[in-house]
T-cell receptor
Framework: GQQLNQSPQSMFIQEGEDVSMNCTSSSIFNTWLWYKQDPGEGPVLLIA?????ELTSNGRLTAQFGITRKDSFLNISASIPSDVGIYFC????????????FGGGTRLMVKP | DAGVIQSPRHEVTEMGQEVTLRCKPI?????LFWYRQTMMRGLELLIY????????DSGMPEDRFSAKMPNASFSTLKIQPSEPRDSAVYFC?????????????FGPGTRLTVL
C-alpha cells in the first residue's frame, strides 16, 4: 500500500530557531495536508495543499506541495514554546478512494 | 462552528464490557471517519461513511467492533466485548469537499482504557 516517510521523527530546538520537516512517498498524491497534534487532543489541520508546486503560508508556517507530487515540506519560522507537539503530514491519492495516508509524525520540542 | 464533537473524552472499563463511542460531525460534511491511535501503530483508519452509508470497513480489527451512522449528525463506534488491547485513543473526523478543496477535521478523541 501507499506509505509516507516523514522526517525527522523528532526535533529538539531552541526557541527562535526555524524548523523544517518533510514527507516523501513513492506514490503520487493530489492533496497534501499538514496537522499538528497537542497532547491529549486530536490533530488540528494547519495547511492544505492541492496543486503541485503550491506554496501556502499560515502565519509562521509555510508548506509546499512538491513538483513531483510525491513530497511536501513544512517550515516553521521563529519557533516558540507553544509550537511543541507532533506534526503529521497526510496525503490523498486518486486511487485511494477517500482515505488519507498519514506520515509517522515529527515530534517537536522547543527549549525556551 | 463547534467542530467535530466526541463523547466521552475518557472511558475506563473492564474487560468484557460493552463500550460505545459517539461522534457528531461538522454540519454539512458528508464523510465521517473513525480512527484509532496507538503508540505502536500510529493513526489507523477503522471505517468511513459517505452520506451515512459505510463505504470501507476493512480497517475494523474484528467482529467485536461495529459502527453505525443513523443520520448525518451522529455516529457510534461500539466494541463488544472489549479487551485490554483495545486501549487506545479513538478519533472521529469529518470531511468537506468544496470547490476543489478537500480537508478532513478531527475531533478531540476518546481515550479508552480497558482494564
Amino acid at each position: 500500500g501507499q506509505q509516507l516517510n516523514q522526517s525527522p521523527q523528532s526535533m529538539f530546538i531552541q526557541e527562535g530557531e526555524d524548523v523544517s520537516m518533510n514527507c516523501t512517498s513513492s506514490s503520487i498524491f493530489n492533496t497534501w495536508l499538514w496537522y499538528k497534534q497537542d497532547p491529549g487532543e486530536g490533530p488540528v489541520l494547519l495547511i492544505a495543499l492541492y496543486k503541485a508546486g503550491e506554496l501556502t503560508s499560515n502565519g509562521r508556517l509555510t508548506a509546499q506541495f512538491g513538483i513531483t507530487r510525491k513530497d511536501s515540506f513544512l517550515n516553521i519560522s521563529a519557533s516558540i514554546p507553544s509550537d511543541v507537539g507532533i506534526y503529521f503530514c497526510a496525503g490523498l491519492a486518486n486511487n485511494a478512494g477517500n482515505m488519507l495516508t498519514f506520515g509517522g509524525g515529527t515530534r517537536l520540542m522547543v527549549k525556551p | 462552528d463547534a467542530g467535530v464533537i466526541q463523547s466521552p473524552r475518557h472511558e475506563v472499563t473492564e474487560m468484557g464490557q460493552e463500550v460505545t463511542l459517539r461522534c457528531k460531525p461538522i454540519s454539512g460534511h458528508d464523510y465521517l471517519f473513525w480512527y484509532r491511535q496507538t503508540m505502536m501503530r500510529g493513526l489507523e483508519l477503522l471505517i468511513y461513511f459517505n452520506n451515512n452509508v459505510p463505504i470501507d470497513d476493512s480497517g475494523m480489527p474484528e467482529d467485536r467492533f461495529s459502527a453505525k451512522m443513523p443520520n448525518a449528525s451522529f455516529s457510534t463506534l461500539k466494541i463488544q466485548p472489549s479487551e485490554p488491547r483495545d486501549s487506545a485513543v479513538y478519533f472521529c473526523a469529518s470531511r468537506a469537499r468544496w470547490w476543489g478543496t478537500d480537508t478532513q477535521y478531527f475531533g478531540p478523541g476518546t481515550r479508552l482504557t480497558v482494564l
